[in-house]
Nanobody, 119 residues
Framework: QVQLVESGGGLVQAGGSLRLSCAAS????????MGWYRQAPGKQRELVAD???????NYADSVKGRFTISRDNAKNTVYLQMNSLKPEDTAIYFC?????????????WGQGTQVTVSS
């Protein structure tokens, strides 16, 4: 299977920046899309951004122009550069990867990293 490990969360003031990283590890796997989701207290998990292996990206309207997703396929790592952060961006951010391992296809999730934006 595939394991995802996130890093880079923390506390930042409004208007500040953070960069999240997520590295995938395992044996004999390939990854198609990778993405970032977030879940704020009392709310459902929502897509923030995702990126295909070919580099096509998709963003939630709420983060367009502020967040940038990128990936390093050689390192099986996806990044989320978050600029102009707002208090409403406060949430636990989860990394996601759609992977294949042998005949198994599935999603993998990271453990989540907390992002807190103070006003």
């Amino acid at each position: 299977q595939v394991q995802l490990v996130e890093s880079g969360g923390g506390l930042v003031q409004a208007g500040g920046s953070l960069r999240l990283s997520c590295a995938a590890s395992g044996s004999r796997f390939s990854i198609n899309a990778m993405g970032w989701y977030r879940q704020a207290p009392g709310k459902q998990r929502e897509l923030v951004a995702d990126i295909t292996s070919g580099g096509n990206t998709n963003y939630a309207d709420s983060v367009k122009g502020r967040f940038t997703i990128s990936r390093d396929n050689a390192k099986n790592t996806v990044y989320l550069q978050m600029n102009s952060l707002k208090p409403e961006d406060t949430a636990i951010y989860f990394c996601n990867a759609e992977f294949r391992s042998g005949f198994y296809f599935g999603p993998a999730w990271g453990q989540g990293t907390q992002v807190t934006v103070s006003s």
